[in-house]
């Protein structure tokens, strides 16, 4: 009786690992493919790479599952491990289009462009449908411009919402030591705080002359209103043009500036000259630059301010491995700026700085980011009115997160914070800034 009892268990163990278990194997990865389907068609390509991945091992080299996966990893950014799926799929049907398509996209997103134009027209000449066909026309035009093929133009328009602690960047002390005539005077415009409200928007032109050379322009400004101190409102406006030449992992720029900067809507500051930059490329995460940059500056009703200045600096851009993709980035500079008036060779001075940052891309839509920086300023003569060689030290560092909802739209909360340490009172200031503001890109 036990006997028997036993060899009825084993049967239906048996009966269940051949036949049923496999049923119900297939029908949980069916569930988990209209899953992914499903997730794909909601734009969850996370989500959907998520599901599919831990079942690469056994299905690799179906080419539903294979094509599924490729889709998910490409359109997920895990661009490379797509491409391996895609593959299987072309290897066992030449002729599938969308896999073909979607092979074509991630050259692109790879940065193999001469590639995906191929794969492209491999797709074309198959003579898929006007829907498919229209959007290969997309990705060209997009290859097109990525290469500098064709014209290119762009827009922003930006609203922001802030509190700043010093309006005026003034000092906070209120009364200050004149040493010249020996008397302590009243601070008339000590540190003032006030809430504000800011405006930006730009245009921007880039035409190409041949493969390698382009020629660009562009004009942004920005206004910030404060809520009471209405004195203290600022705005600037800036016009750059320029040349610029590309070949293979180098580029050089040149380009034109002019700026200028309003307080209570009255002219405060004009600052125009021109820039020299080369950029390589060395590999796919390290880039290096040089730069030189000779600027003349105009100081409306103060001429004795009126000055020309010349940088000369560096940088340096790292991609660390990862899933957050790391960034870290550098540059350092030094200079001179030199007073046009003679009688003011006071206001002569060396400069020398250094910035530093770095950003994690936690998800594709979702970016904090943090910058410091610091800058010395070393004059060259005696400060008639406070009797020493001034010396000023800037510190300065930023912490932000760039949210992008949908595509061309950022949002992006920020908390500054600049510190003036100079020996000289009425120039040491402090100051922080908290800001939330809303961007719209456009490109045609």
Do not use: C
Not at 330 to 347: I, M, V
Request: hydrophobic content about 40%; cysteine-free.
């Amino acid at each position: 009786m036990r006997f028997t009892q036993f060899y009825k268990k084993v049967q239906r163990w048996v009966l269940f690992t051949t036949f049923l278990l496999p049923l119900y194997a297939v029908a949980m990865e069916d569930v988990v493919a209209q899953q992914a389907r499903a997730l794909m068609q909601l734009g969850d390509y996370v989500g959907a790479y998520k599901l599919l991945e831990p079942l690469e091992e056994v299905h690799a080299g179906e080419v539903d599952f294979d094509y599924l996966l490729g889709v998910a990893g490409v359109e997920s950014g895990n661009v490379t491990r797509g491409v391996f799926a895609l593959e299987r799929v072309l290897a066992t049907e030449p002729n599938h289009t969308d896999a073909r398509t979607e092979m074509a996209k991630a050259h692109f997103k790879l940065g193999e462009v001469e590639s995906s134009k191929l794969e492209f027209q491999n797709v074309l000449d198959q003579k898929p449908s006007q829907d498919v066909t229209s959007a290969i026309a997309r990705y060209v035009t997009a290859i097109d411009k990525s290469l500098g093929l064709t014209t290119t133009f762009g827009g922003f328009l930006g609203f922001g919402l802030g509190y700043d602690s010093n309006v005026n960047s003034a000092s906070s002390d209120s009364n200050i030591f004149i040493p010249t005539f020996g008397v302590l005077v009243p601070n008339t415009s000590p540190e003032t705080s006030d809430g504000f409200k800011s405006i930006s928007g730009g245009l921007s032109i880039r035409h190409p002359i041949s493969q390698a050379v382009s020629v660009f322009a562009s004009v942004s400004g920005n206004s910030k209103f404060n809520n009471s101190e209405t004195t203290f409102d600022t705005s600037y406006l800036d016009i750059n043009a320029g040349l610029q030449y590309k070949r293979f992992i180098d580029t050089v720029t040149f380009s034109a500036q002019d700026s200028r900067f309003d307080v209570d809507s009255e002219a405060y500051r004009r600052t125009y000259g021109v820039t020299l930059q080369w950029q390589r490329n060395f590999d796919d995460r390290n880039q290096g630059s040089l730069f030189a940059q000779a600027t003349r500056l105009d100081y409306a009703g103060n001429a004795i301010r009126d000055a020309d200045r010349l940088i000369l600096g560096a940088g340096w851009a790292h991609v660390f491995a990862g899933d957050k993709s790391p960034v870290l980035f550098t540059n350092a500079y030094f200079g001179r700026e030199n007073a046009r008036d003679s009688q003011a060779d006071f206001l002569d001075h060396h400069l020398w700085g250094l910035r530093l940052g770095g950003q994690l891309s936690m998800t594709t839509k979702l970016i904090p980011y943090v910058s410091m920086s610091y800058e010395r300023r070393e004059y060259q003569a005696q400060d008639p009115i406070f009797l020493v060689d001034k010396e000023d030290k800037q510190y300065e560092v930023a912490l932000g997160l760039r949210y992008m909802p949908a595509r061309d739209w950022v949002i992006k909360p920020e908390l500054s914070y600049l510190k003036n340490d100079s020996n000289t009172v009425i120039n040491a200031f402090d100051r922080t800034m908290f800001s939330v503001s809303v961007r719209k890109d456009f490109h045609w």
